[in-house]
């Protein structure tokens, strides 16, 4: 997984709540397992017409914000099921994190198994940040994930919080597969004493 340290980035304004995850990624897309390719589809339904053709009244399809990196959303943002497709989606499209006052659990947590940061803020820094992102193509911000600060176009300074153990799998890159390999040495030795003590079970697993 791709580490997340700093990001300078144009920031899309969505002033929405209750984002959910079948409007980032609608449920006809999600008959593949791979994450690539789901970018072309991220918000499909708000960002095409039933022909296929661009809303350009979709924030995304605006010229000023086609290669956003950010997006700073409304309440209670990646709500709905807990398709991990949402976050792939998101990711494909170049999409590395998302600022909002609140998100729903499971996709919170995906974000952080897929190099995406999501950032909590309080209602008056959202709306601060929101009026920044509105700036079209100079709505660019600056995150530092280390010093947890979030630094708008005319250098005002945001802070927020994050659980330690999330910013340490994002700062080193870590998804679940990540920090199992990291224990590779241990597994590989508990596996030689396993085999040596229980040769049976180590047969068995070979027919």
Known sequence: ?????KLTG????????????DMIIPKNFLKT???????????????FD????????????????????IIVAGDNFGCGSSREHAPWALLDFGIRCVISTSFADIFYNNCFKNGILPIKVSKEDLDNLMDDAERGANATLSIDLENQTIEGPDGGT??????????HLLLNGLDDVG???QKADKVDSFEDKQKASQPWIAGAATV
């Open 1 to 5: 997984m791709e580490k997340f340290d």
């Open 158 to 167: 945001v802070t927020f919080g994050i659980d330690a153990f999330k910013k």
């Open 10 to 21: 144009v920031a899309a304004p969505m002033n929405m709540i209750n984002v959910d995850t």
């Open 179 to 181: 920090l199992t390999l």
């Open 33 to 47: 397992i791979k994450r690539s390719g789901l970018g072309r589809n991220l918000f499909d339904e708000m960002r």
């Open 50 to 69: 039933r022909d296929g053709n661009e809303n350009p009244d979709f924030v995304l399809n605006k010229p000023a914000y086609r290669k956003a990196q």
